[in-house]
């Protein structure tokens, strides 16, 4: 599945195509004879202990997709904010969802909450969402669902973190 010529979106938690296909992936010359997995392979080998020439350029790769400012975590919690909708709705975004989990990451409720922390104390990002998403009722409605369900778990014995 990993390197499959055909692109198979059913295979896909969103069951949405993104990214791209495995020749753009050898052409671009992401696919290389020590990791010929890409960036999944780099990661497996990096997690089991192996260090590279090419860890700094991959760390940063995932930092600016998915770290704590990265560009599609950051997308995603906008449209997430613009939409009025929970954080984990699937119907927000599948294709820039699909993106990040390619990226071994999902949007985590306390991420969410920081973003909408952040965007509340006026940093906007540039992100391509709507303009909507930095909306003062938009940011407010956000930050009350990240209230209440802090909230509610406190009530039922959890900590709220």
């Not at 010529?5 to 938690?13: E, L």
């Not at 860890?55 to 975590?73: E, L, V, Y």
């Not at 965007?119 to 956000?142: E, L, M, R, T, W």
Request: charged share 25%; with cysteine.
């Amino acid at each position: 599945m990993v390197s499959s010529p055909v692109y198979d979106k059913s295979v896909n938690k969103y069951g949405v195509s993104c990214g791209q296909s495995l020749d753009a992936w050898e052409t671009s010359g992401w696919i290389t004879s020590w990791d010929p997995y890409g960036w999944y392979h780099w990661y497996c080998n990096f997690y089991q202990g192996r260090r590279c020439e090419d860890d700094d350029r991959q760390m940063s790769r995932w930092k600016n997709c998915a770290g704590p400012t990265g560009r599609w975590k950051g997308n995603l919690a906008a449209k997430v904010i613009a939409a009025r909708a929970s954080y984990d709705d699937p119907g927000v975004s599948p294709v820039v969802r699909q993106t990040l989990l390619h990226w071994g990451y999902e949007l985590t409720e306390s991420d969410f909450a920081a973003f909408v922390k952040r965007a509340k104390g006026g940093a906007k990002a540039c992100y391509s969402v709507p303009a909507s998403a930095y909306s003062s009722s938009n940011i407010d409605f956000a930050a009350k669902k990240v209230e209440a369900s802090s909230a509610s778990k406190k009530g039922k014995g959890g900590t709220g973190e």
